[in-house]
Protein backbone atom coordinates (compact mmCIF):
# COMPACT_ATOMS: atom_id res chain seq x y z
CA UNK A 1 0.00 0.00 0.00
CA UNK A 2 2.73 2.54 0.52
CA UNK A 3 5.14 3.67 -2.25
CA UNK A 4 7.90 3.66 -0.31
CA UNK A 5 9.11 4.17 3.13
CA UNK A 6 12.38 6.19 4.20
CA UNK A 7 13.86 6.91 7.67
CA UNK A 8 14.76 10.72 7.67
CA UNK A 9 17.81 12.05 10.13
CA UNK A 10 17.05 14.87 12.18
CA UNK A 11 19.49 17.16 14.50
CA UNK A 12 18.32 18.41 17.49
CA UNK A 13 20.80 19.43 19.93
CA UNK A 14 23.86 18.42 17.90
CA UNK A 15 22.17 14.77 18.29
CA UNK A 16 20.62 12.77 15.26
CA UNK A 17 17.31 11.12 15.70
CA UNK A 18 15.99 9.20 13.27
CA UNK A 19 11.99 9.39 12.40
CA UNK A 20 10.44 6.85 9.95
CA UNK A 21 8.02 8.34 7.78
CA UNK A 22 5.50 6.65 5.43
CA UNK A 23 4.79 8.05 2.34
CA UNK A 24 1.30 6.97 1.12
CA UNK A 25 -0.60 8.49 -1.39
CA UNK A 26 -4.35 10.33 -1.24
CA UNK A 27 -5.77 7.26 -1.94
CA UNK A 28 -4.49 5.19 0.86
CA UNK A 29 -5.75 8.41 3.48
CA UNK A 30 -9.11 8.07 2.06
CA UNK A 31 -9.14 3.88 2.70
CA UNK A 32 -8.11 4.24 6.46
CA UNK A 33 -10.92 6.97 6.43
CA UNK A 34 -13.30 3.97 5.27
CA UNK A 35 -12.22 1.41 7.51
CA UNK A 36 -12.10 3.58 10.61
CA UNK A 37 -16.06 5.43 9.78
CA UNK A 38 -18.37 5.32 12.54
CA UNK A 39 -15.51 3.89 15.23
CA UNK A 40 -14.35 5.45 18.30
CA UNK A 41 -12.63 8.92 17.98
CA UNK A 42 -9.13 7.29 19.07
CA UNK A 43 -9.30 5.62 15.76
CA UNK A 44 -8.37 8.91 13.93
CA UNK A 45 -5.13 8.34 15.23
CA UNK A 46 -4.18 5.72 12.51
CA UNK A 47 -4.33 8.90 9.92
CA UNK A 48 -1.23 10.22 11.40
CA UNK A 49 1.47 10.50 8.76
CA UNK A 50 2.87 11.55 5.25
CA UNK A 51 0.39 11.37 2.16
CA UNK A 52 1.35 12.65 -1.30
CA UNK A 53 -2.20 14.85 -3.06
CA UNK A 54 -1.53 15.51 -6.96
CA UNK A 55 -0.96 19.06 -5.73
CA UNK A 56 0.77 19.14 -2.21
CA UNK A 57 2.02 16.85 0.43
CA UNK A 58 0.07 16.54 3.53
CA UNK A 59 1.54 15.89 6.84
CA UNK A 60 -1.12 14.67 9.70
CA UNK A 61 1.52 15.58 12.63
CA UNK A 62 -0.61 15.04 15.51
CA UNK A 63 -4.14 14.24 15.29
CA UNK A 64 -6.35 15.24 18.41
CA UNK A 65 -7.29 11.96 20.76
CA UNK A 66 -11.10 13.96 21.33
CA UNK A 67 -13.62 15.99 19.77
CA UNK A 68 -12.98 18.26 22.71
CA UNK A 69 -9.67 18.24 22.77
CA UNK A 70 -7.54 21.27 20.86
CA UNK A 71 -7.36 20.70 16.80
CA UNK A 72 -5.51 18.46 15.02
CA UNK A 73 -2.43 19.68 13.26
CA UNK A 74 -1.61 19.58 9.92
CA UNK A 75 0.95 20.79 7.64
CA UNK A 76 0.33 21.21 3.50
CA UNK A 77 3.35 21.40 1.28
CA UNK A 78 3.01 23.26 -1.83
CA UNK A 79 6.43 22.23 -4.34
CA UNK A 80 7.82 25.67 -5.91
CA UNK A 81 6.96 24.45 -9.09
CA UNK A 82 3.08 24.69 -8.24
CA UNK A 83 3.12 27.82 -6.10
CA UNK A 84 4.73 29.64 -8.38
CA UNK A 85 6.34 32.18 -6.20
CA UNK A 86 8.71 34.71 -7.45
CA UNK A 87 11.83 34.24 -5.47
CA UNK A 88 12.71 37.83 -5.50
CA UNK A 89 9.35 38.51 -2.86
CA UNK A 90 11.78 36.18 -0.44
CA UNK A 91 15.25 36.48 -0.56
CA UNK A 92 16.12 38.30 2.00
CA UNK A 93 15.24 37.74 5.74
CA UNK A 94 12.86 40.73 5.86
CA UNK A 95 11.48 40.41 2.63
CA UNK A 96 10.85 36.57 3.76
CA UNK A 97 9.19 37.25 7.36
CA UNK A 98 6.92 40.21 5.18
CA UNK A 99 5.83 37.59 2.53
CA UNK A 100 5.19 34.42 4.80
CA UNK A 101 3.35 37.00 7.01
CA UNK A 102 1.01 37.65 4.02
CA UNK A 103 0.14 34.55 2.64
CA UNK A 104 -0.80 33.56 6.21
CA UNK A 105 -3.07 36.24 6.13
CA UNK A 106 -4.71 34.96 3.07
CA UNK A 107 -4.56 30.75 4.21
CA UNK A 108 -6.40 32.02 7.21
CA UNK A 109 -9.39 34.05 5.46
CA UNK A 110 -9.55 31.42 2.99
CA UNK A 111 -9.55 28.36 5.71
CA UNK A 112 -12.12 31.09 7.78
CA UNK A 113 -14.50 31.21 4.94
CA UNK A 114 -14.07 27.45 4.23
CA UNK A 115 -14.84 25.94 7.19
CA UNK A 116 -17.75 28.64 8.25
CA UNK A 117 -20.90 27.15 9.70
CA UNK A 118 -19.88 23.85 9.56
CA UNK A 119 -20.28 22.25 12.89
CA UNK A 120 -20.40 18.86 14.72
CA UNK A 121 -19.26 17.91 18.26
CA UNK A 122 -16.42 19.48 19.15
CA UNK A 123 -14.71 21.69 17.20
CA UNK A 124 -15.86 19.04 14.14
CA UNK A 125 -14.92 20.63 10.57
CA UNK A 126 -12.49 23.63 11.90
CA UNK A 127 -9.94 24.48 9.52
CA UNK A 128 -7.94 26.93 10.67
CA UNK A 129 -4.59 29.03 10.38
CA UNK A 130 -3.16 30.94 12.90
CA UNK A 131 -5.14 34.61 13.89
CA UNK A 132 -3.04 37.50 13.55
CA UNK A 133 -3.48 41.82 14.08
CA UNK A 134 -1.52 44.35 12.41
CA UNK A 135 1.95 43.84 12.75
CA UNK A 136 4.01 41.47 10.49
CA UNK A 137 5.76 39.48 12.12
CA UNK A 138 8.00 36.54 11.64
CA UNK A 139 5.56 33.25 12.32
CA UNK A 140 5.79 29.68 12.07
CA UNK A 141 2.50 29.42 10.08
CA UNK A 142 3.98 29.90 7.18
CA UNK A 143 7.18 28.76 5.89
CA UNK A 144 8.34 29.92 2.37
CA UNK A 145 11.49 28.54 1.11
CA UNK A 146 13.25 27.51 -3.03
CA UNK A 147 11.90 24.10 -2.65
CA UNK A 148 7.81 24.85 -1.22
CA UNK A 149 5.52 27.05 0.54
CA UNK A 150 4.25 25.30 3.88
CA UNK A 151 1.05 25.96 6.30
CA UNK A 152 0.29 24.92 9.39
CA UNK A 153 -3.52 24.48 9.72
CA UNK A 154 -5.23 23.03 12.95
CA UNK A 155 -8.19 21.25 12.02
CA UNK A 156 -11.21 19.75 13.79
CA UNK A 157 -11.59 15.95 13.17
CA UNK A 158 -15.09 15.94 12.63
CA UNK A 159 -17.20 13.65 14.68
CA UNK A 160 -20.65 13.00 15.46
CA UNK A 161 -20.78 12.38 19.01
CA UNK A 162 -17.83 10.68 20.22
CA UNK A 163 -17.83 8.56 16.95
CA UNK A 164 -15.64 9.00 13.75
CA UNK A 165 -17.61 11.13 10.93
CA UNK A 166 -15.48 10.05 8.05
CA UNK A 167 -17.34 11.12 5.20
CA UNK A 168 -17.51 14.93 6.81
CA UNK A 169 -13.61 13.93 7.03
CA UNK A 170 -13.17 13.28 3.74
CA UNK A 171 -14.63 16.35 2.71
CA UNK A 172 -12.26 17.83 4.36
CA UNK A 173 -8.99 16.31 3.07
CA UNK A 174 -10.14 15.97 -0.17
CA UNK A 175 -12.64 19.10 -0.84
CA UNK A 176 -11.79 21.83 1.29
CA UNK A 177 -7.96 21.76 1.75
CA UNK A 178 -7.77 21.61 -2.14
CA UNK A 179 -9.61 24.65 -2.11
CA UNK A 180 -6.97 26.63 0.21
CA UNK A 181 -4.41 25.18 -1.30
CA UNK A 182 -5.56 26.66 -5.17
CA UNK A 183 -7.09 29.70 -3.39
CA UNK A 184 -4.34 31.27 -1.28
CA UNK A 185 -1.13 29.02 -1.76
CA UNK A 186 -0.93 29.47 -5.36
CA UNK A 187 0.68 32.71 -6.17
CA UNK A 188 -1.05 34.12 -9.13
CA UNK A 189 -4.30 33.21 -7.55
CA UNK A 190 -3.39 35.30 -4.58
CA UNK A 191 -3.62 38.95 -4.23
CA UNK A 192 -0.60 39.60 -5.60
CA UNK A 193 -0.57 43.40 -5.58
CA UNK A 194 -0.72 43.28 -1.88
CA UNK A 195 1.64 40.87 -1.43
CA UNK A 196 4.39 42.66 -3.53
CA UNK A 197 3.11 45.72 -1.60
CA UNK A 198 3.58 44.36 2.24
CA UNK A 199 7.59 42.90 0.88
CA UNK A 200 8.41 46.22 -0.68
CA UNK A 201 6.59 47.96 2.25
CA UNK A 202 8.48 45.81 4.71
CA UNK A 203 12.12 46.69 2.77
CA UNK A 204 11.30 50.58 3.22
CA UNK A 205 10.36 50.15 7.14
CA UNK A 206 13.61 47.92 7.65
CA UNK A 207 15.44 50.92 5.96
CA UNK A 208 13.95 53.77 7.81
CA UNK A 209 14.93 51.82 11.09
CA UNK A 210 18.35 51.11 10.36
CA UNK A 211 18.62 54.98 9.33
CA UNK A 212 17.23 56.25 12.55
CA UNK A 213 20.72 55.54 14.13
CA UNK A 214 22.45 57.42 11.44
CA UNK A 215 20.38 60.12 11.38
CA UNK A 216 20.48 60.43 15.43
CA UNK A 217 16.83 60.06 15.93
CA UNK A 218 15.26 57.53 17.87
CA UNK A 219 11.60 57.35 15.81
CA UNK A 220 10.14 58.67 12.69
CA UNK A 221 6.46 59.71 12.17
CA UNK A 222 5.61 60.21 9.10
CA UNK A 223 3.03 62.94 7.66
CA UNK A 224 -0.05 61.53 6.69
CA UNK A 225 -0.16 58.77 9.27
CA UNK A 226 -3.37 57.91 11.04
CA UNK A 227 -2.63 57.28 14.45
CA UNK A 228 -5.97 56.73 16.47
CA UNK A 229 -7.42 53.31 16.44
CA UNK A 230 -11.06 52.14 16.17
CA UNK A 231 -11.84 51.96 19.59
CA UNK A 232 -9.87 50.87 23.08
CA UNK A 233 -10.00 46.81 21.92
CA UNK A 234 -9.10 47.40 18.57
CA UNK A 235 -6.05 48.32 16.58
CA UNK A 236 -7.52 48.93 13.27
CA UNK A 237 -7.39 52.54 12.11
CA UNK A 238 -9.98 54.95 13.19
CA UNK A 239 -11.71 55.49 9.44
CA UNK A 240 -13.56 58.40 10.31
CA UNK A 241 -13.90 62.08 8.71
CA UNK A 242 -13.15 63.73 12.24
CA UNK A 243 -9.34 61.52 11.44
CA UNK A 244 -6.43 64.13 11.34
CA UNK A 245 -3.63 62.79 9.39
CA UNK A 246 0.03 62.91 11.31
CA UNK A 247 1.96 66.60 9.96
CA UNK A 248 5.65 67.23 11.53
CA UNK A 249 6.59 70.31 12.79
CA UNK A 250 8.61 72.14 10.24
CA UNK A 251 11.21 71.68 12.81
CA UNK A 252 11.55 68.53 13.24
CA UNK A 253 10.79 67.62 9.44
CA UNK A 254 13.62 65.07 7.90
CA UNK A 255 13.11 63.26 4.98
CA UNK A 256 14.13 59.49 4.31
CA UNK A 257 14.91 58.44 0.47
CA UNK A 258 13.14 54.77 0.42
CA UNK A 259 14.83 51.63 -1.66
CA UNK A 260 11.33 51.76 -3.42
CA UNK A 261 12.23 54.92 -4.38
CA UNK A 262 10.01 56.84 -2.60
CA UNK A 263 10.45 59.46 -0.06
CA UNK A 264 9.07 59.95 3.34
CA UNK A 265 8.77 62.78 4.91
CA UNK A 266 7.78 63.83 8.46
CA UNK A 267 8.58 63.94 11.97
CA UNK A 268 11.80 63.05 13.57
CA UNK A 269 12.76 62.77 16.93
CA UNK A 270 16.10 63.13 17.92
CA UNK A 271 17.69 61.14 20.97
CA UNK A 272 17.65 62.89 24.05
CA UNK A 273 14.91 63.29 26.48
CA UNK A 274 11.57 64.79 24.63
CA UNK A 275 8.58 65.72 25.93
CA UNK A 276 4.92 65.51 24.59
CA UNK A 277 2.63 67.71 26.33
CA UNK A 278 -0.76 69.37 25.30
CA UNK A 279 -4.14 69.78 26.29
CA UNK A 280 -6.22 66.50 27.40
CA UNK A 281 -7.71 64.54 24.40
CA UNK A 282 -5.68 66.28 22.03
CA UNK A 283 -4.16 62.83 21.09
CA UNK A 284 -0.51 62.61 23.26
CA UNK A 285 -1.20 59.29 23.91
CA UNK A 286 -2.24 58.07 20.82
CA UNK A 287 0.98 60.30 19.74
CA UNK A 288 2.96 57.81 22.34
CA UNK A 289 1.75 54.52 21.63
CA UNK A 290 1.87 54.58 17.43
CA UNK A 291 5.54 55.35 18.84
CA UNK A 292 5.77 52.03 20.86
CA UNK A 293 4.03 49.89 18.66
CA UNK A 294 6.73 51.56 15.76
CA UNK A 295 9.24 48.69 17.44
CA UNK A 296 7.11 46.53 14.85
CA UNK A 297 6.38 46.69 10.96
CA UNK A 298 2.44 47.12 9.97
CA UNK A 299 0.78 45.83 7.32
CA UNK A 300 -0.04 48.54 4.39
CA UNK A 301 -3.11 50.02 5.14
CA UNK A 302 -2.66 50.50 8.69
CA UNK A 303 -2.52 54.10 9.19
CA UNK A 304 1.16 53.25 11.06
CA UNK A 305 2.92 52.16 8.06
CA UNK A 306 5.95 54.79 8.24
CA UNK A 307 5.89 55.06 12.40
CA UNK A 308 9.23 53.42 12.90
CA UNK A 309 11.58 53.74 16.15
CA UNK A 310 14.15 52.06 16.86
CA UNK A 311 14.12 48.52 17.65
CA UNK A 312 14.71 47.91 21.65
CA UNK A 313 12.23 50.66 22.76
CA UNK A 314 10.69 49.90 25.63
CA UNK A 315 7.24 51.33 27.50
CA UNK A 316 7.29 52.23 31.11
CA UNK A 317 4.45 51.77 32.69
CA UNK A 318 3.65 51.52 36.76
CA UNK A 319 2.20 48.29 37.21
CA UNK A 320 1.39 47.75 41.05
CA UNK A 321 0.77 43.95 42.21
CA UNK A 322 4.08 42.59 40.59
CA UNK A 323 6.34 40.47 41.44
CA UNK A 324 10.30 41.60 41.38
CA UNK A 325 12.85 39.71 42.47
CA UNK A 326 16.32 41.52 43.35
CA UNK A 327 16.57 43.94 41.16
CA UNK A 328 18.43 46.78 42.15
CA UNK A 329 16.22 50.21 41.69
CA UNK A 330 18.27 52.30 44.34
CA UNK A 331 18.52 54.29 41.79
CA UNK A 332 15.30 55.75 42.31
CA UNK A 333 14.26 54.77 45.76
CA UNK A 334 16.47 53.96 48.94
CA UNK A 335 15.66 53.95 52.77
CA UNK A 336 12.26 52.24 52.49
CA UNK A 337 10.33 51.78 55.63
CA UNK A 338 11.72 49.01 57.52
CA UNK A 339 15.24 49.62 56.15
CA UNK A 340 14.36 47.12 53.19
CA UNK A 341 17.58 46.62 50.67
CA UNK A 342 16.80 48.32 47.78
CA UNK A 343 19.87 47.09 45.58
CA UNK A 344 18.71 44.08 46.03
CA UNK A 345 14.88 44.48 45.99
CA UNK A 346 12.19 41.92 45.88
CA UNK A 347 8.94 41.89 46.32
CA UNK A 348 5.52 40.00 44.98
CA UNK A 349 3.45 42.76 45.90
CA UNK A 350 5.02 46.28 44.10
CA UNK A 351 3.83 49.37 44.30
CA UNK A 352 3.09 51.99 41.78
CA UNK A 353 6.60 53.53 41.85
CA UNK A 354 8.66 50.68 42.77
CA UNK A 355 7.22 48.76 39.96
CA UNK A 356 7.71 51.58 37.82
CA UNK A 357 11.47 51.44 38.90
CA UNK A 358 11.74 47.91 38.68
CA UNK A 359 10.41 48.47 35.01
CA UNK A 360 13.15 50.87 34.53
CA UNK A 361 16.36 48.98 35.51
CA UNK A 362 14.88 45.71 33.83
CA UNK A 363 14.74 47.77 30.55
CA UNK A 364 18.01 49.06 31.13
CA UNK A 365 19.26 45.28 32.18
CA UNK A 366 17.58 44.06 28.74
CA UNK A 367 19.61 46.45 27.02
CA UNK A 368 17.53 49.97 25.66
CA UNK A 369 18.19 52.73 23.42
CA UNK A 370 14.62 54.67 23.98
CA UNK A 371 12.30 54.59 27.16
CA UNK A 372 8.57 55.23 26.71
CA UNK A 373 6.27 56.95 29.32
CA UNK A 374 3.36 58.34 29.73
CA UNK A 375 1.66 60.19 32.46
CA UNK A 376 -1.68 58.22 32.10
CA UNK A 377 0.35 55.15 33.96
CA UNK A 378 2.67 56.51 35.39
CA UNK A 379 2.42 56.98 39.10
CA UNK A 380 2.41 60.15 40.35
CA UNK A 381 5.12 59.89 43.07
CA UNK A 382 7.49 58.33 40.44
CA UNK A 383 7.65 61.45 38.27
CA UNK A 384 7.99 64.14 40.21
CA UNK A 385 8.09 65.98 43.49
CA UNK A 386 7.78 69.32 43.51
CA UNK A 387 8.47 72.35 45.39
CA UNK A 388 5.37 72.17 48.41
CA UNK A 389 5.34 68.52 48.58
CA UNK A 390 9.62 69.03 48.96
CA UNK A 391 9.03 71.63 52.02
CA UNK A 392 6.24 68.93 53.53
CA UNK A 393 7.81 65.50 52.68
CA UNK A 394 11.58 66.04 53.77
CA UNK A 395 14.01 64.22 51.92
CA UNK A 396 14.75 61.81 54.46
CA UNK A 397 11.53 60.66 54.85
CA UNK A 398 10.65 59.91 50.83
CA UNK A 399 12.45 57.08 49.59
CA UNK A 400 12.08 58.41 46.09
CA UNK A 401 14.37 59.69 43.90
CA UNK A 402 11.61 60.73 41.30
CA UNK A 403 12.36 60.25 37.02
CA UNK A 404 12.40 63.99 36.51
CA UNK A 405 15.97 64.23 38.79
CA UNK A 406 17.21 60.70 37.25
CA UNK A 407 16.14 60.93 33.42
CA UNK A 408 19.53 63.21 32.33
CA UNK A 409 21.89 60.94 33.83
CA UNK A 410 20.43 57.98 32.22
CA UNK A 411 20.86 59.33 29.17
CA UNK A 412 23.91 60.97 29.53
CA UNK A 413 25.74 57.77 31.37
CA UNK A 414 23.76 55.58 29.78
CA UNK A 415 22.86 56.83 26.01
CA UNK A 416 19.44 55.79 26.73
CA UNK A 417 16.90 58.23 25.38
CA UNK A 418 13.26 59.13 27.09
CA UNK A 419 9.79 60.21 25.51
CA UNK A 420 7.84 60.91 28.20
CA UNK A 421 4.44 62.12 27.67
CA UNK A 422 3.33 65.04 30.13
CA UNK A 423 0.55 67.05 30.41
CA UNK A 424 0.51 68.17 33.90
CA UNK A 425 4.00 69.38 35.43
CA UNK A 426 5.98 72.34 33.67
CA UNK A 427 8.85 71.53 35.90
CA UNK A 428 10.13 68.86 33.68
CA UNK A 429 11.32 71.69 31.14
CA UNK A 430 14.17 72.42 33.11
CA UNK A 431 15.40 68.28 32.35
CA UNK A 432 14.70 67.96 28.68
CA UNK A 433 15.97 68.57 25.32
CA UNK A 434 12.33 69.72 23.56
CA UNK A 435 8.83 70.04 23.92
CA UNK A 436 6.51 68.96 21.68
CA UNK A 437 3.13 70.30 22.17
CA UNK A 438 -0.07 68.27 20.64
CA UNK A 439 -2.49 70.66 20.01
CA UNK A 440 -5.87 69.63 18.32
CA UNK A 441 -3.94 66.35 17.18
CA UNK A 442 -1.32 68.47 15.45
CA UNK A 443 2.18 68.80 17.26
CA UNK A 444 3.71 71.78 17.43
CA UNK A 445 7.46 72.04 18.43
CA UNK A 446 7.37 74.96 21.76
CA UNK A 447 10.53 74.29 23.26
CA UNK A 448 11.95 77.51 22.91
CA UNK A 449 8.65 78.75 24.79
CA UNK A 450 9.04 76.13 27.51
CA UNK A 451 12.55 77.43 28.06
CA UNK A 452 10.93 81.12 28.43
CA UNK A 453 8.81 79.89 30.62
CA UNK A 454 10.94 77.86 32.77
CA UNK A 455 13.06 81.42 32.88
CA UNK A 456 10.60 83.24 34.00
CA UNK A 457 8.54 81.34 36.58
CA UNK A 458 11.38 79.70 38.17
CA UNK A 459 10.28 76.70 39.82
CA UNK A 460 11.52 76.23 44.04
CA UNK A 461 11.82 72.77 43.13
CA UNK A 462 15.12 71.49 44.65
CA UNK A 463 17.03 68.41 42.36
CA UNK A 464 17.22 65.86 44.31
CA UNK A 465 20.16 63.94 43.28
CA UNK A 466 22.24 61.82 44.98
CA UNK A 467 25.26 61.75 42.07
CA UNK A 468 25.45 58.23 41.85
CA UNK A 469 26.84 55.92 38.77
CA UNK A 470 24.09 54.31 36.89
CA UNK A 471 25.47 50.67 36.94
CA UNK A 472 23.09 47.85 36.61
CA UNK A 473 24.08 44.74 37.35
CA UNK A 474 23.34 41.59 35.88
CA UNK A 475 21.36 38.90 37.45
CA UNK A 476 21.87 35.04 37.63
CA UNK A 477 18.63 33.11 37.70
CA UNK A 478 19.21 29.82 40.35
CA UNK A 479 18.09 27.27 38.53
CA UNK A 480 16.75 25.43 41.65
CA UNK A 481 13.37 26.86 41.10
CA UNK A 482 13.47 27.52 37.46
CA UNK A 483 13.00 24.12 36.43
CA UNK A 484 10.66 23.74 33.23
CA UNK A 485 11.97 20.71 31.81
CA UNK A 486 9.92 18.86 33.85
CA UNK A 487 6.60 20.21 33.56
CA UNK A 488 5.05 18.78 30.62
CA UNK A 489 4.53 20.44 27.27
CA UNK A 490 0.91 20.53 27.52
CA UNK A 491 1.12 22.72 30.85
CA UNK A 492 3.08 25.39 29.47
CA UNK A 493 0.19 28.03 27.70
CA UNK A 494 -0.87 31.78 26.75
CA UNK A 495 -4.03 33.02 27.32
CA UNK A 496 -4.55 35.83 24.53
CA UNK A 497 -1.61 38.55 25.25
CA UNK A 498 -2.35 38.66 29.05
CA UNK A 499 -0.50 35.76 30.55
CA UNK A 500 0.88 32.48 30.34
CA UNK A 501 1.03 29.40 32.54
CA UNK A 502 3.82 27.34 32.95
CA UNK A 503 2.60 24.20 35.38
CA UNK A 504 0.68 25.33 38.21
CA UNK A 505 1.85 28.95 37.71
CA UNK A 506 0.57 32.08 35.90
CA UNK A 507 2.79 34.88 34.84
CA UNK A 508 0.47 38.00 34.60
CA UNK A 509 1.47 39.69 31.19
CA UNK A 510 -1.20 42.47 30.44
CA UNK A 511 1.21 45.34 31.38
CA UNK A 512 3.52 44.11 29.19
CA UNK A 513 2.32 46.61 26.52
CA UNK A 514 4.66 46.15 23.69
CA UNK A 515 3.56 42.05 23.44
CA UNK A 516 1.22 42.72 20.65
CA UNK A 517 0.15 39.38 19.04
CA UNK A 518 -1.45 35.99 21.31
CA UNK A 519 1.17 33.94 18.85
CA UNK A 520 4.14 35.98 20.39
CA UNK A 521 2.71 34.94 24.02
CA UNK A 522 2.47 31.34 22.86
CA UNK A 523 6.11 31.78 21.83
CA UNK A 524 7.27 33.36 25.01
CA UNK A 525 5.43 30.30 27.20
CA UNK A 526 7.77 27.84 24.91
CA UNK A 527 10.60 30.15 25.10
CA UNK A 528 10.55 29.66 28.86
CA UNK A 529 10.19 26.53 29.34
CA UNK A 530 12.98 25.78 26.92
CA UNK A 531 15.77 28.02 28.30
CA UNK A 532 15.42 26.60 31.63
CA UNK A 533 18.37 24.22 29.76
CA UNK A 534 20.56 26.79 29.67
CA UNK A 535 19.68 28.23 33.82
CA UNK A 536 22.87 26.73 35.20
CA UNK A 537 23.44 28.99 37.48
CA UNK A 538 26.29 30.47 36.06
CA UNK A 539 24.49 32.23 32.71
CA UNK A 540 22.72 35.39 33.49
CA UNK A 541 19.63 36.46 32.46
CA UNK A 542 20.69 38.20 29.34
CA UNK A 543 23.20 35.52 28.52
CA UNK A 544 20.10 33.13 29.20
CA UNK A 545 18.16 35.21 26.17
CA UNK A 546 21.10 35.14 23.92
CA UNK A 547 21.48 31.74 23.71
CA UNK A 548 18.26 31.03 22.92
CA UNK A 549 18.06 33.84 20.23
CA UNK A 550 21.45 32.28 18.74
CA UNK A 551 18.91 28.63 17.94
CA UNK A 552 16.11 30.57 17.17
CA UNK A 553 18.63 32.22 14.52
CA UNK A 554 20.31 29.09 13.55
CA UNK A 555 17.44 26.82 13.46
CA UNK A 556 14.33 29.13 12.91
CA UNK A 557 11.14 29.74 15.47
CA UNK A 558 9.99 26.38 15.00
CA UNK A 559 13.51 25.04 17.09
CA UNK A 560 11.96 25.97 20.58
CA UNK A 561 8.51 23.98 20.19
CA UNK A 562 8.62 20.54 22.15
CA UNK A 563 6.65 19.30 19.02
CA UNK A 564 9.72 20.13 16.78
CA UNK A 565 10.36 19.03 14.28
CA UNK A 566 6.50 18.77 14.03
CA UNK A 567 3.90 21.22 13.25
CA UNK A 568 4.55 24.16 15.76
CA UNK A 569 2.51 26.74 13.57
CA UNK A 570 1.21 29.24 16.17
CA UNK A 571 3.93 31.19 17.15
CA UNK A 572 5.13 34.60 15.88
CA UNK A 573 8.50 35.93 16.81
CA UNK A 574 8.55 37.91 19.97
CA UNK A 575 10.88 40.32 21.12
CA UNK A 576 13.46 39.59 23.37
CA UNK A 577 12.33 42.58 25.57
CA UNK A 578 8.82 40.86 26.21
CA UNK A 579 10.72 37.59 26.72
CA UNK A 580 12.70 39.19 28.99
CA UNK A 581 9.63 40.95 30.55
CA UNK A 582 8.04 37.34 30.80
CA UNK A 583 11.00 35.94 33.38
CA UNK A 584 11.10 39.26 35.46
CA UNK A 585 7.74 38.20 36.42
CA UNK A 586 7.75 34.68 36.93
CA UNK A 587 7.24 34.55 40.39
CA UNK A 588 9.42 31.42 41.04
CA UNK A 589 12.13 33.66 39.33
CA UNK A 590 15.52 33.59 42.40
CA UNK A 591 18.16 35.33 41.51
CA UNK A 592 21.25 34.29 43.26
P1 LIG B 1 -4.56 62.67 25.36
O1 LIG B 1 -3.58 61.61 25.74
O2 LIG B 1 -3.90 63.90 24.86
O3 LIG B 1 -5.52 62.97 26.46
P2 LIG B 1 -5.58 60.74 23.45
O4 LIG B 1 -4.37 60.44 22.67
O5 LIG B 1 -6.02 59.75 24.44
O6 LIG B 1 -5.44 62.17 24.15
O7 LIG B 1 -6.71 61.03 22.38
C1 LIG B 1 -8.00 61.40 22.73
C2 LIG B 1 -8.99 60.91 21.70
O8 LIG B 1 -8.74 61.51 20.43
C3 LIG B 1 -8.96 59.41 21.48
O9 LIG B 1 -10.27 58.93 21.41
C4 LIG B 1 -8.26 59.25 20.15
O10 LIG B 1 -8.70 58.10 19.46
C5 LIG B 1 -8.64 60.51 19.41
N1 LIG B 1 -7.61 60.92 18.46
C6 LIG B 1 -6.28 60.89 18.67
N2 LIG B 1 -5.61 61.33 17.60
C7 LIG B 1 -6.55 61.66 16.68
C8 LIG B 1 -6.48 62.17 15.34
N3 LIG B 1 -5.32 62.43 14.75
N4 LIG B 1 -7.66 62.36 14.69
C9 LIG B 1 -8.83 62.07 15.29
N5 LIG B 1 -8.96 61.61 16.53
C10 LIG B 1 -7.83 61.38 17.24
MG1 LIG C 1 -3.39 60.57 27.51
Same mark, same amino acid.
Given at each position: MYIYNYVVRVKINKKYFERKIDVKTSQDLRQILKRIEGKGYGAYKDITGQYGFDMFDLFCDHIQSDPFAPPSRIRVRVPRKFSRIPEELFNTRVKKVALEDHFTREISSAARKISEGRRGTGKSGLV????????????????INKEYIEARLSMGMPAV $?????? +??? =???????? !? /???????IFKNINTSRAEEQVSLSVDQEH??????????????????????????????????????????????????????????????????????????? $?????? +??? =???????? !? /??GREYVITVSDAVKIRAEDGRFVEKVDISLFIDNLPGRKDTSRFSTENASGSTSQAANIVEAIEAGTSLLLLDEDTCATNFMIRDARIQKLIRKEYEPITPFIDRTRQIYEQKGISTIVVIGGAGDYFDVVDRVVMMKEYIPIEVTNEAREIAYEYRTERQVEIKDIPIDVK???????????????????????????????????LGDVEQLVDRNQTSAIALIIKYM??????????????????????????????????LHPG????????????????YRKLKVL
Open positions: ECISFGQEILARTSVI $GRRIAS +REA =EEMFFTEL !P /GIVEKAMIRRKLGDMNLVCFVANGSILPRESGISDKPLKSEAVIPFKSPKSLEVSIQLPSGKVATGMGIPRGITMITGGGYH $GKSTLL +RAI =ERGVYNHI !P /GDDRTPSPDTFRLQYVKKDKVKARGTDSISVGHDEVDSRFIDGRNNLTQVIDKVYDEIKERGLDAISPFYPDMAMPRRHEVFAAINR
